[in-house]
């Protein structure tokens, strides 16, 4: 538990120095070792103590106002790695993002989407029925998939419903988790993906241009976790990587070839044209019927408050002596209250002389 106070405070201290240089407009951030996202508010869950993404996200909503969380992990919960390449949280694990998706289930700042394993499989949540509730109705997208999932079929419904989400919710930051459990070979999922076809869903939702967090998440074949985000890193920074793995302390772990990219197996993909087909066309109705960015009510920070006071009356006209009297200038020790008239506090300050005649 200490490593994962440890780990945490480490990236949310990233994070937030980032926000607060304005980093995370223009740079990537990666913390391998977060990315917990089955971890719920008063329990563990699918190997994870503590959700960082559901922390992560709450500090981005600091500064944006709505937030898209995407899960590529075929585990729905699991633990997400935090690479900050600027606020997108998308889940490309095998397993479906159900702590994140249950911390944000009543409301429209935050978006989930994700792409999961669904029928008897951990966590055994995510059907494509489950969207939200109240505000959030509409605001969490499920994508249900079958085993064997392979690159083109991942690519023909990641990008339409990903590209109707970006229309839509218009997100100022995005979170992208990238579990390697959906690559294929891996000891519990059960896709068929390779290194480039995971590796798509991050350059596609990079090439949106919006401040995106990438984190890593669940992988069970530990030679293909390094590999996965190895290679991830590089097509976040538009760098190419030879496939010949340099010699360095670990690499027996990668042989006989030594190689960054791997063939992928012959299992049969049991999601055929009309099962995704039918998918893509419910998850698109739901889309349809949400609203376009959903505004947010900004407050000055004083219970009662907007950002636009009651006292101005938008849209009503005044003359311009009423005007001058609601001038804050002009009148610089009155304040106003909600009704539109001059409220006085008793502990108001005045000039001097007149606390001395008041004494």
């Known amino acids: 538990m200490k490593i994962c106070q440890i780990l945490l405070s480490i990236g949310l201290e990233v994070l937030t120095h980032s926000i607060k240089s304005h980093l995370l407009y223009m740079a990537y951030s990666f913390t391998h070792y977060l990315g917990l996202h089955h971890a719920k508010k008063s329990e563990a869950s699918g190997f994870c103590y503590v959700n960082d993404c559901v922390l992560a996200i709450l500090e981005l909503l600091k500064v944006h106002q709505r937030v898209l969380y995407i899960d590529i992990d075929v585990l729905t ?32 700042r935050v978006m989930t989407a994700s792409f999961h394993k669904f029928g008897e499989y951990f966590p055994g949540t995510g059907d494509v029925k489950d969207k939200g509730y109240q ?42 988790q990238c579990g390697a459990d959906s690559l294929s070979g891996d000891r519990l999922g059960c896709f068929n993906l390779s290194l480039r076809g995971h590796a798509d869903c991050v350059s596609f939702v990079k090439s949106f241009n919006v401040p995106l967090l990438v984190l890593g998440g669940g992988g069970y074949t530990l030679r293909n976790v390094p590999r996965c985000w190895a290679y991830e890193t590089s097509v976040l920074l538009d760098t190419q990587i030879k496939d010949a793995i340099p010699a360095n302390d670990y690499i027996e772990y990668f042989a006989p070839d030594y190689k960054l990219h791997l063939p992928v197996s012959n299992m049969e993909n049991l999601n055929n044209s009309k099962y995704l087909d039918d998918v893509k ?12 960015a959903p505004s947010v009510q900004l407050h000055t920070g004083q219970a009662g408050t907007t950002q636009i006071p009651g006292s101005l009356h938008v849209g009503v006209s005044k003359s311009a002596k009423e005007e001058e009297a609601m001038s804050v200038d002009a009148h610089p020790d009155k304040r106003y209250d909600e009704s539109g008239g001059r409220a006085e506090h008793k502990s108001e300050m005045y000039d001097i002389k007149n606390r001395m005649d008041v004494a």
Do not use: W
Request: proline share 3%.
């Open 77 to 108: 919960h699991s633990f997400t790695h935090s690479f900050i390449h600027l606020l997108t949280h998308s889940l490309t694990q095998i397993h479906h993002g159900d702590g994140v998706e249950e911390a944000f289930y009543t409301t429209n």
């Open 135 to 176: 505000k959030g109705d509409g605001y969490s997208i499920n994508c249900p998939l079958h085993e064997g999932m392979d690159d083109d079929s991942f690519k023909s419904i990641f990008r339409p419903i990903i590209s109707k989400i970006m229309e839509k919710f218009q997100p100022g930051a995005v979170v992208l």
């Open 281 to 292: 066309s419910q998850l698109l109705r739901i889309l349809d019927g949400v609203e376009i």
